[in-house]
């Protein structure tokens, strides 16, 4: 059987190689390849493209990548056309795969959409439409997503959110201290610094989060800072960005370094959700291009559809997360807006009381091998 993946953003790629572990127990003779980067490669994926340096959110920020891109597109329907997998499974990436998906059918190549495009939740009862009816089956992350996808007539299987199952730190907050800070845990507190791992998220928000995290520290001199990412190509990036000793950037140990922190300062995304997950207090900021916002807000009106940019803040249909977009995105509010939460004990109590109750609502572990055995059906 031979099982092409196609992800296109570093998140994806953590998610696609955690479903191609548990499709392997199934089907050990499988063979996949297709488009990733690190994570599915380690998962003994034949990565044959890399885009995730290419992923972007908003109309503006994909202009420098949309050549790019169409390129890309061309390579990969050539590589189905080429191998003629049994099986393609779309990750995420909507802006490459929903197309892609278009295609397969065509082929007549099966497709499974794990991690579907949110027009549950932004987009229009049209591209819902055109997404229930193109893909062979849905793997959907949310109970509301499920039953958006199935009122369309899809073919979507619902069993929780698959970070249930990946969301774990490997040590305790006294041991990531002494191995990253050199020090054993104290009173003092610890705040991740989390820019994302969009291009365009790096060069908006990883400036702003390090003058934050100056500005913390003239408030709060004990404060100590960690910068976790998804790829060593991330840690690359970031480093030409900053000084090598302002803040420790963090490979492969995210989970560690969100559950010792006190506090984390995200961009929206997967990021933002993980922390919550693991009950680490945190602040989303968030800038886009400023005609992508006005074309979000006021033609495709998302202000109206969305009470919240956040998707914890969704889930619980309530702000329990601070959120800083565009004009409060600076240095000097998302500065106040930590502080505000360090000083007050009963905020970061009041949030990871919340964390649990979307905890609870994400499903039961187990999640990726019942999603993986549906897949296999």
């Not at 963090?250 to 922190?261: E, H």
């Not at 922390?275 to 074309?295: D, E, F, Q, W």
């Amino acid at each position: 059987m031979k099982v092409m993946v196609s992800a296109g953003e570093v998140s994806g790629d953590v998610h696609g190689s955690y479903l191609v572990g548990e499709l392997k127990k199934l089907a050990p003779g499988a063979v996949f390849f297709g488009v990733g980067s690190e994570r599915l490669a380690a998962a003994g994926v034949d990565i044959r493209l890399d885009i995730t340096k290419r992923g972007t959110i908003g109309i503006f920020e994909a202009l420098p990548n949309l050549f790019p891109l169409l390129f890309a597109f061309r390579r990969i329907k050539k590589l189905v056309l080429l191998e003629r997998p049994d099986l393609v499974i779309l990750i995420d990436s909507q802006g490459i795969n929903v197309p892609l998906a278009k295609f397969c059918k065509k082929l007549g190549v099966r497709t499974v959409y794990y991690i579907p495009p949110q027009e549950w939740l932004w987009g229009t009862p049209r591209n819902l439409n055109k997404v229930a009816r193109t893909v062979d089956l849905i793997v959907a992350i949310f109970q509301k997503e499920y039953e958006a996808y199935r009122r369309a007539g899809a073919n979507v299987v619902y069993f929780g959110h698959p970070l249930i199952d990946i969301v774990k730190p490997a040590s305790g907050r006294d041991d990531f201290t002494k191995k990253i800070l050199g020090s054993a845990a104290d009173d003092a507190p610890i705040i991740s610094l989390c820019p994302g791992s969009r291009q365009h998220e790096l060069k908006a928000l990883l400036p702003i989060l390090l003058r934050s995290a100056r500005l913390i520290q003239k408030s709060l001199p004990c404060a100590r800072f960690v910068m976790p990412v998804a790829s060593r190509r991330l840690a690359t990036q970031i480093a030409g960005q900053m000084s090598p000793s302002e803040v420790p950037v963090i490979v492969g140990a995210t989970y560690d370094a969100l559950a010792a922190s006190d506090l984390a300062l995200c961009a929206s995304g997967t990021i933002n959700f993980e922390a919550s997950l693991l009950g680490c207090p945190n602040i989303m900021v968030y800038k886009l291009s400023r005609l992508t916002y006005l074309i979000g807000k006021h033609l495709m009106k998302i202000d109206r559809k969305l009470k919240y940019y956040s998707m914890p803040n969704l889930i619980l249909d309530e702000k329990i997360i601070p959120e800083l977009v565009m004009d409060d995105a600076t240095p000097e509010k998302v500065a106040a807006a930590a502080i505000s939460v360090l000083e007050d004990p009963a905020r970061p109590a009041a949030m990871k009381k919340a964390f649990e109750r979307l905890r609870r609502q994400l499903g039961q572990p187990g999640v990726i091998r019942r999603a993986a055995q549906a897949i296999m059906l």
